[in-house]
C-alpha cells in the first residue's frame, strides 16, 4: 500500500479549484457534489487544492506555489505532483466505496467501479443507516466490545443474517438483534495452508483471518496472506512450539506439512 485511503469531510469548506475547460469542470462538480464550496488562489483558508491544468509548465508552478503555502494539492493527471489523488467512487450513501489505483490508471479504477456497481444492493445504504440507529440495542445485546465485533462480523458475513451483498427488509437489523448468532468465539483456531497464493484461502480462513484479533505466522509468510486478516489485528511471528495464550481470536499460521490442521 502506497497511499493512505481517507475520506475527507468537506461540507461548507473551502477547497481551491485552480484550471479551467473540462477538467476542472469534472472536478468543481466533484467538489460540489461532497458539499465543498470550490475557491480560487487568493483564498487563504483552503487547505486542500486541485490543480486542473492543461498546460505542463504552468502546472508545475502553480503546484509547487500551493505546496510552498502548506496546501495538500491534486494535480489532475500528474500523479508525480500529487499529494493525494482522487478515487473512482462508488456512492450508497452513507457508504461510499473509493476505488483508487495511485494515478496508475483512472481508466482501471472506472472499470472496477462499474463492474462492483452492479454487486451492490440499492439498498446497501439504507442497511447502514439501520446498523447507526441501532447501536444502542447492538451494545444492550452485545456488551463486551469483542464479542459485540464477532456478531457483527458474523451478521454480515457471506450469507450472514445482515449479508451487505444482499437486499434486506426494513426489520432485518432488528430481527438480527432478537436472534442473531455470537459470531467466532474467543479462542484458538488453526489455519494450514497450502500455497502462499491468498486465492487458494477458503471462505472459512478468510472469516477466521477478519475476525482474528492476533494472528501468529512463521517468518516466511508473504505479506498477500497476512493482508487479508484484520487491518487492526495483532501480527507476532511465533515457532509451531511456541506456547501462547488465546487473546481474544487467535489464528495461528502454519504451511502444510507442519503441526495444526485447518
Known amino acids: 500500500m502506497n497511499q493512505l485511503p481517507i475520506f475527507l469531510n468537506l461540507r461548507d469548506k473551502p477547497v481551491m479549484l485552480i484550471g479551467?475547460?473540462?477538467?476542472?469542470?469534472?472536478?468543481?462538480?466533484?467538489?460540489?457534489?461532497?458539499?465543498?464550496?470550490?475557491?480560487?488562489?487568493?483564498?487563504?483558508?483552503?487547505?486542500?487544492?486541485?490543480?486542473?491544468?492543461?498546460?505542463?509548465?504552468?502546472?508545475?508552478?502553480?503546484?509547487?506555489?500551493?505546496?510552498?503555502?502548506?496546501?495538500?494539492?491534486?494535480?489532475?493527471?500528474?500523479?508525480?505532483?500529487c499529494d493525494f489523488t482522487t478515487p473512482a467512487i462508488i456512492d450508497r450513501d452513507p457508504v461510499l466505496i473509493a476505488i483508487g489505483t495511485g494515478g496508475a490508471s483512472a481508466g482501471l479504477?472506472?472499470?472496477?467501479?462499474?463492474?462492483?456497481?452492479?454487486?451492490?444492493?440499492?439498498?446497501?445504504?439504507?442497511?447502514?443507516?439501520?446498523?447507526?440507529?441501532?447501536?444502542?440495542?447492538?451494545?444492550?445485546?452485545?456488551?463486551?466490545?469483542?464479542?459485540?465485533r464477532r456478531a457483527i462480523d458474523a451478521a454480515l458475513a457471506p450469507g450472514g443474517a445482515l449479508d451487505p451483498l444482499a437486499e434486506h427488509g426494513s426489520d432485518a437489523v432488528s430481527g438480527w438483534i432478537s436472534s442473531g448468532g455470537e459470531g467466532t468465539a474467543a479462542g484458538a483456531y488453526a489455519i494450514t495452508?497450502?500455497?502462499?497464493?491468498?486465492?487458494?484461502?477458503?471462505?472459512?480462513?478468510?472469516?477466521?483471518?477478519?475476525?482474528?484479533?492476533?494472528?501468529?505466522?512463521?517468518?516466511?509468510?508473504p505479506p498477500a496472506i497476512l493482508a487479508r486478516a484484520r487491518a487492526d489485528a495483532a501480527m507476532r511471528v511465533a515457532a509451531e512450539d511456541d506456547e501462547i495464550a488465546p487473546e481474544g481470536v487467535t489464528v495461528r499460521l502454519s504451511w502444510a506439512g507442519s503441526a495444526g490442521n485447518s
Open 109 to 148: 479504477a472506472k472499470a472496477l467501479r462499474q463492474r462492483l456497481e452492479g454487486m451492490l444492493p440499492a439498498g446497501l445504504g439504507v442497511l447502514a443507516r439501520a446498523l447507526d440507529a441501532a447501536r444502542g440495542p447492538i451494545r444492550d445485546r452485545w456488551p463486551g466490545g469483542a464479542e459485540r
Open 20 to 81: 479551467s475547460g473540462d477538467m476542472a469542470d469534472a472536478k468543481r462538480r466533484l467538489i460540489e457534489r461532497a458539499g465543498g464550496i470550490w475557491v480560487d488562489e487568493d483564498d487563504r483558508d483552503a487547505r486542500v487544492a486541485i490543480v486542473a491544468i492543461e498546460d505542463e509548465d504552468d502546472a508545475i508552478a502553480a503546484v509547487q506555489r500551493l505546496k510552498a503555502r502548506g496546501l495538500l494539492v491534486n494535480a489532475v493527471d500528474r500523479p508525480a505532483l
Open 193 to 221: 495452508l497450502q500455497s502462499a497464493d491468498p486465492e487458494d484461502l477458503t471462505l472459512r480462513h478468510m472469516r477466521l483471518l477478519g475476525s482474528a484479533d492476533l494472528v501468529l505466522h512463521p517468518a516466511d509468510m
